[in-house]
């Protein structure tokens, strides 16, 4: 099966910008998440969704992040404006079902730099 | 108390040699326990998972150890390789819920030297 896949896979961009990311995730798989990696971190995440409705959002900077899935499928991650701390790696996973037994699919992530 | 406390931050372990990596928690509601490898440029990718009903889980090389009193639980990777060289980070997460978010340790940078 083809993975999940991200893009772009490298995005340069000032301060005070915007950005935006998507995300394709498995085919079939009905929960996608965005995690955050920042450089020497674990991934932390921002926000799942359930088909298209968000499951949870709570570590979701709202003022200045927003990601949605509409159709239930791809999903696409916004940041405007961009700040410094925002450098890092955006993953995108999905997973076929809500449950334990189900290991989360990564893509291999955008790395954004912010100047 | 969401924390998953990992250590150490990076290992230098000899071709043939047993990697060792610990994870420490806190919730005593997680229970769900995974390991994930990442090479560079890549996404984190499921190794190994453990549930708390067990004391161990082997697959192949790698093996979990879990002490649910200490609340704590350990990656042993045997006959350590050089294709084994990424960053592990180990994983909690509880099921009495909607959801199933998995929270991180800070990773392990393992080096295998040939």
């Known amino acids: 099966e083809a993975g999940v896949a991200q893009s772009p896979r490298y995005k340069i961009i000032e301060k005070r910008q915007s950005v935006a990311f998507w995300c394709n995730p498995i085919?079939?798989?009905?929960?996608l998440y965005w995690y955050q990696q920042i450089l020497g971190q674990g991934p932390k995440l921002l926000i799942q969704?359930?088909?298209?409705?968000?499951?949870?959002d709570s570590q979701l900077p709202k003022d200045r992040f927003s990601a949605e899935r509409l159709k239930g499928v791809d999903s696409t991650l916004k940041i405007q404006p961009a700040k410094l701390e925002d450098s890092a790696v955006y993953l995108c996973?999905?997973?076929?079902?809500?449950?334990?037994?189900?290991?989360?699919?990564f893509g291999n992530g955008t790395r954004l730099t912010v100047t | 108390q969401q924390q998953v406390k990992q250590s150490p931050q990076s290992l230098i372990v000899q071709k043939g040699g047993i990697s060792i990596i610990n994870c420490a928690y806190e919730?005593?509601?997680?229970?769900?326990f995974p390991w994930y490898q990442q090479f560079p440029g890549k996404g984190p990718a499921l190794l190994i998972a453990?549930?708390?009903?067990?004391s161990e889980k082997k697959e192949g090389r790698f093996t979990i150890s879990f002490n649910k009193s200490a609340k704590q639980f350990s990656l042993h990777i045997m006959d350590s390789q050089p294709g084994d060289s990424a960053t592990y980070f180990c994983?909690?997460?509880?099921?009495?819920?909607?959801?199933?978010?998995?929270?991180f340790g800070t990773g392990t940078l393992l080096a295998v030297q040939p």
């Open positions: 453990i549930r708390p009903d067990v």
């Open positions: 994983a909690a997460s509880s099921n009495g819920g909607a959801t199933n978010k998995l929270i």
């Open positions: 996973a999905s997973t076929q079902l809500l449950s334990l037994n189900s290991p989360l699919h």
């Open positions: 919730n005593t509601a997680f229970d769900y």
């Open positions: 085919s079939g798989h009905a929960t």
């Open positions: 969704f359930q088909n298209n409705g968000v499951v949870d």
